[in-house]
């Protein structure tokens, strides 16, 4: 039988296992034209909780009692199309099953190992994509500049960081755990790094990290840790506003300190994106992360979850930082 996640309830607040049911169905057998998929790797990520609530967003809701999707890697094991082979990789955005029928549309092949697929969910993928384009289109680094990231060791901003020493920054990350403080200074090769959980003057920790001030803010969480970088920027600071993590899973939305009078006096500009806002400079910007890689000038991390059934919580997992990088999981 075919192994099959649904959205079994909206969660309120952070998501429970019990949000999520399991069922079965029988697998499918391809059509004239379709194509039957084995899944082999899922991407959590945490904009998923977004679409689990019932409001209108850039991207619709899931339905509830049907299959979660999200970016999933997966083999073609039967195939009446003549587009695809049996034994090629394909990624896309599919359901949380261990099978499924696709027609092949919205798929992109991966011309890869085996051992070298799962970097197109991170690095070569959504997320590497993401931290690139965020930064360099509306951050706009310049070398000397000093870049404070947030999220600093999830998939998005280790990216963002390394990039932002590639093209000549100081860059501080900021994250909640002591062992993420030297996984950032040590592998990522950040200049500093803050551990949000101890630091409880956050904006004196970046004050002193900072001495220079914050000329870019590369925002992954939101909420306080965004208030306490935001008392610090430069004049002409840019803030690109990749994620609100840190609010995902409230009920109500907190009001914090009011921003306009710091934007308005430091000149500087703050501007919300998704990544496909970018897309017809996908395939540029994923030469370059590729052409990054190979040269070892950038790095990645993967927390890899095992077990087709463990997907839920590993998606509840990001809400409790229990990944380094990209979090994924191998069916
Ligand atoms: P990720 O950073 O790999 O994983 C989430 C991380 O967020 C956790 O590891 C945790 O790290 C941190 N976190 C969780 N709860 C938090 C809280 N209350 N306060 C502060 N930090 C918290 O995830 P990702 O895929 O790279 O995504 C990062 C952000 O970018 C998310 O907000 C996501 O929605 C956004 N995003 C946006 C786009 C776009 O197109 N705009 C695309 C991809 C991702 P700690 O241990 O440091 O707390």
Not at 14 to 36: C, H, M, R, W
Request: charged share 20%.
């Amino acid at each position: 039988m075919n192994k099959v996640i649904l959205l079994h309830r909206r969660p309120a607040g952070k998501p429970v296992l019990n949000d999520f049911k399991f069922t079965s169905e029988s697998i499918p057998a391809p059509q004239i034209g379709e194509i039957l998929l084995k899944t082999l790797y899922v991407s959590v990520d945490p904009y998923l909780r977004g679409r689990m609530n019932d409001s209108k967003s850039y991207i619709p809701a899931f339905e509830l009692d049907k299959p979660i999707q999200s970016g999933i890697i997966a083999e073609v094991v039967d195939s009446n199309n003549a587009g695809f082979q049996k034994g090629e990789f394909v990624l896309g955005n599919l359901a949380w099953k261990e099978f499924q029928i696709s027609d092949g549309k919205g798929l992109s092949k991966i011309e890869a190992d085996d051992s070298e697929l799962t970097p197109h969910l991170g690095i070569l993928g959504m997320t590497g994509l993401t931290a690139y384009l965020g930064l360099t289109e509306i951050g706009i680094p310049k070398p000397g500049e000093t870049l404070v990231v947030s999220g600093a060791a999830g998939a998005v901003g280790s990216v963002v960081g390394q990039i932002g020493k590639i093209l000549g920054c100081k860059v501080v990350g900021i994250t909640g755990s002591d062992e993420k403080v030297e996984l950032l200074k040590s592998k990522f090769k950040f200049d500093n790094a803050i551990n949000y959980k101890k630091n409880h003057d956050l904006l004196k920790a970046i004050q002193l990290a900072c001495p220079k001030g914050v000329d870019i803010y590369f925002d992954n969480v939101g909420g306080v840790i965004s208030d306490a970088v935001l008392a610090n920027i430069n004049k002409h600071a840019r803030l690109p506003v990749c994620g609100a993590i840190s609010l995902y899973n409230e009920t109500s939305m907190p009001i914090g300190p009011r921003i306009q009078p710091i934007i308005l006096t430091k000149s500087a500009t703050m501007r919300g994106f998704i990544v496909g806002d970018f897309s017809e400079k996908f395939p540029a910007a994923n030469k370059q992360l590729a052409t990054w890689l190979k040269q070892g000038k950038l790095t990645y991390s993967e927390t890899i979850i095992y077990g087709f059934r463990n997907i839920p919580q590993a998606f509840i997992n990001l809400f409790d930082g229990k990944n380094e990088g990209k979090m994924i999981v191998k069916v």
